[in-house]
């Protein structure tokens, strides 16, 4: 029987088991939502504006560890996904996005709404394609989502004008794909294996440093075997957070900018640093001359052009996270490193990096490390970026692995709002934190109404000290405290919320913290929370731009804070 | 890492598809390189081209590019072939003013280089000739006292000598799963 090219992609995302997608109808892809109807058994979502669809997808992708997929029209529709589309590139997450384009006979004419995303998205997506024939839609969808979830994972956009999604054609969803110039290596090399083994064998000081590849590759299991085994601390970065359980006596938490001070100087003194499915970004590494100057370094990634990159590696072994530690594992035997471990507790107690002062203020840390205690380990934490990802990242310490959903590489202020519909979706019974800025959650607050019409119960805590907090801290320590731009008017949240038709609640006072959580949490459709939190309050430690990890400075109750700002940074 | 600035030839195995070479060429523009030359054509692989281009760069930081440019789909299969043994070679068409009193020592010129005269006007004779750059360079070099008024030149193309002819396809993704040791070569890894 022939199907239409729009009813050709409904069938392909049936077969690759999409049950919930996130989307925005326009002229361009009329087709495909004039089919939808037909295909009750795959949830539309609709969103509100299509960088949220984008947002959405990555976070359910991010939760569940299977492609996220959304749709958008041709022109703005399509260029609104491209802030999602970078983020996901970024974070390496399995996203499959269809856009509608105009119809063919249009294209490179400037038509009504064209834009050559196909062009556009080059340098962000694994992978894009634009289907000029109704014959090849089954195949090109069929290879974006084999090229989104296989390899190191990563966004793919399949264009297709609207003439097309309304030909017909037999449809034959392809058994295999042909891709010959794209085959990933998931078996590390035995040897390079073998000689990692020996390394940890010899080393006296090893760190492991756990990333995204650890949550993405689902290794959590092995990772913990092989610290366990070896007895090797483990740090995870931003995106690595939830790979190793936070209760866990080996975790050690983040490093990095704002990262733990002890991990900064473990890392600083290690004879061993293996860098497990992460890629040595400048915010981890500070000064790259400077990063772990006494550490031989291993370096597992499936990426072969992660190696290297930024980083001389003494061994390096391109494969599946999963299958590499699996291998490592049989080779690595038992060791004990207690006097190592006994040194990085005792900078532990000696620089208490997340020791949240008494006092009667509303801190940030505060409100962020409460929601912490009353959710546990079974709801999912889903931030922005700026000063409240950096506390959420920093007090981050439950049990849950792929818990932790947040914008890494990109840094995309307002992911929070349609990332934690995403989250939501992905786990319609667990509990969603979204923990925002009052800064990001202005980008992207219409999702509110998206909330709402799908009766999701996410909380929503707005960390709102009325600044663009990061920005003013950065101004405040290396801009002679030049405050430009960044104090902010908002609007009356609680009343935002309100006319959403979601539950509003204003804290100022500590003393409401707690029973605005409890409420929060018992209370059964969403919740916004305006944490009304201490202006001033900045997020440390820090690794000052351009320094080493040796140079971070700690806490901002000590000295270092007045010598940082009489100095501009510089220790 | 050594940070040798130098000529770097490199040569893909690309399947036939639109947008293949605006995904290089964004690779390159994204780091800043500015490719020297690019020549593209079928290989004898039905649906498959291939490429040669020449770089001017450090060599970590053309091994980081063909990396990047190994992850483009379509990419069969990149190499750097720069330290190895190869025969290059390039086209050019050079179209020369000509007198009657400066044709006979143009015609010898082209006889010296073994330049084809593919085209004469009143005025002007069109030499085309084959060889690696040096030779193209001098031929034009001694050219422009008699007033060139075009050039036009193919870009390199570069095989190497010997060998079993084009590496299995796999080999190329193989190849990455050592990626080389303490850095990760491309070029050194084949």
């Known amino acids: 029987m022939k199907l239409t090219g729009a009813q050709i992609i409904m069938e392909c995302m049936l077969r690759e088991g999409v049950d919930t997608f996130f989307g925005y109808p326009g002229g361009a892809n009329l087709p495909m939502y004039d089919v939808l109807p037909q295909y009750p058994q795959i949830r539309h979502v609709l969103v509100r504006h299509e960088q949220a669809a984008a947002h959405a997808a990555d976070a ?23 802030t999602g589309i970078a983020n996901a590139w970024m974070d390496s997450v399995p996203l499959v996005c269809i856009t509608g384009s105009v119809v063919s006979w249009l294209i490179g004419r400037d038509g009504f709404q064209e834009a050559d995303i196909t062009g556009i998205t080059i340098p962000i997506t694994k992978h894009n394609t634009l289907v000029l024939n109704v014959e090849d839609i089954a195949t090109a969808i069929r290879e974006a989502f084999h090229i989104a979830t296989t390899g190191r994972p990563g966004p793919v956009l399949v264009d297709i004008p609207r003439d097309v999604q309304q030909q017909t054609a037999e449809f034959e969803y392809p058994a295999s794909v042909n891709l010959p110039g794209y085959q990933p290596v998931t078996e590390g090399d035995p040897h390079q294996i073998e000689r990692a083994a020996k390394l940890i064998a010899e080393s006296e000081r090893p760190l492991i440093l756990a990333g995204h590849g650890v949550v993405i590759s689902r290794a959590w299991d092995e990772l913990v075997e092989l610290s366990e085994k070896a007895q090797v601390p483990v740090i995870t970065t931003l995106l690595g957070i939830g790979g190793f359980p936070g209760t866990h006596e080996l975790n050690m938490g983040m490093p990095g900018m704002h990262g733990m001070y002890w991990n900064n100087m473990a890392i600083s003194e290690a004879d061993l640093v293996m860098g497990v499915g992460m890629r040595f970004d400048d915010r981890v590494t500070g000064s790259l001359k400077d990063f772990a100057p006494k550490a031989k370094i291993v370096h597992i990634d499936i990426d ?14 391109v494969g599946d996270v999963k299958q590499v530690l699996a291998a490592l594992n049989r080779e690595v035997g038992p060791a004990r490193h207690d006097e190592w471990r006994g040194w990085l507790n005792e900078q532990r107690a000696k620089h208490p990096s997340i020791i949240i002062p008494e006092t009667d203020k509303l801190l940030p840390q505060y409100v962020i490390k409460s929601i912490y205690d009353a959710s546990g380990a079974d709801a999912y934490y889903v931030t922005g970026v700026g000063q409240h990802q950096m506390w959420a990242a920093q ?26 519909i995403g989250a939501q979706f992905a786990d319609l019974k667990s509990t969603v ?10 980008m992207t607050s ?17 960390i709102n000290n009325g600044y663009l907090g990061m920005v003013r801290q950065w101004q405040e320590l290396f801009y002679k405290n030049n405050l430009s731009a960044v104090r902010m008017y908002q609007p009356d949240f ?4 309100e006319a959403y038709g979601v539950r509003g609640l204003r804290v100022t006072d500590k003393g409401q913290v707690q029973s605005s959580i409890d409420l929060a949490l018992s209370h059964p459709g969403p919740v916004l929370i305006d944490f009304q939190v201490e202006e001033y309050e900045n997020t440390f430690p820090m690794v000052p731009p351009g320094a080493s990890l040796q140079q971070t400075v700690d806490s901002p109750y000590h000295a270092e804070d007045a010598r940082m700002r009489e100095t501009g940074g510089v220790r | 890492m050594p940070s040798r600035e130098h000529h770097h030839t490199i040569v893909a195995l690309v399947e036939d598809k639109p947008g293949v ?15 020297e030359s690019l020549a593209v054509g079928h290989s004898e692989i039905p649906g498959l081209s291939r490429m040669t281009f020449t770089v001017d760069g450090a060599t970590h930081d053309v091994d980081q590019v063909t990396k990047q440019l190994f992850k483009v789909i379509e990419v069969v299969n990149i190499t750097d072939i720069t330290d190895e043994d190869v025969v290059a070679r390039e086209l050019a068409l050079i179209r020369v003013a000509a007198t009657p009193n400066t044709r006979s020592a143009l015609i010898e010129l082209a006889q010296v280089f073994r330049a084809n005269i593919v085209d004469v006007a009143q005025d002007s004779l069109m030499f085309e000739v084959t060889g690696d750059e040096d030779k193209i360079e001098a031929l034009y070099e001694l050219c422009l006292p008699y007033g060139v008024k075009e050039l036009m030149r193919t870009g390199r193309i570069a095989m190497a000598r010997g060998g079993a002819g084009h590496p299995e396809i796999e080999d190329g993704h193989r190849r990455y799963r050592s990626a080389g040791e303490g850095k990760a070569q491309v070029g050194s890894l084949l």
């Open chain 1, 60 to 82: 359910y992708a991010r939760v569940t560890g299977k492609a996220g997929v959304c749709w958008a029209t041709s022109g703005p529709g399509a260029t609104n996904l491209v």
């Open chain 1, 304 to 317: 072969p052009a992660e190696i290297g990159k930024n980083l001389p590696v003494a061994v390096p072994i």
């Open chain 1, 395 to 420: 007090y981050f310490w439950v049990d849950k692995p792929n818990g932790f959903v947040t914008s890494g590489g990109l840094g995309t202020m307002g992911f929070e709002v349609p990332a934690a």
């Open chain 1, 433 to 442: 934190w979204a923990i925002c800025g009052d800064g990001g959650f202005q």
């Open chain 1, 446 to 462: 219409q999702e509110l109404a998206t909330v709402v019409e799908y009766e999701l119960p996410i909380k929503y805590a707005i």
């Open chain 1, 494 to 497: 609680v009343k935002l919320a």
């Open chain 2, 21 to 35: 070479l605006n995904r290089i060429a964004s690779k390159w523009r994204q780091r800043g390189f500015n490719i």
